[in-house]
């Protein structure tokens, strides 16, 4: 009865710990355009998500079928973001 549910669950529960993914990529200098060295870590993840916030969704079929990557903040151009309550 190792994997028993009747048994407490301090004596089921399993320890994991977390492991640092990997962040390193090419340096990407928005002003220029150019890439250049390589960063890691906190500056990566920064990169990251700026590029995302940057790129608009669904314009660019190299990121895949899914769209999963980019944003829509283009839809919000003349919208009044003001609510309605």
Known sequence: MA???LRPLEERAVEVAPTPQ???TYALDFETGEV???????AAIRQAIRKAIMTARFRY?????E???G???EDLIGQD???NS
Not at 36 to 42: F, K
Not at 61 to 65: D, K, L, S, V
């Open 3 to 5: 994997l028993s549910p």
């Open 22 to 24: 990997p962040s390193r």
């Open 36 to 42: 250049g060295g390589i960063i890691d870590g906190e």
């Open 61 to 65: 079929p190299i990121y895949g079928a």
């Open 67 to 69: 769209h999963l990557y």
């Open 71 to 73: 944003a829509e903040l």
């Open 81 to 83: 973001l003001r609510s």
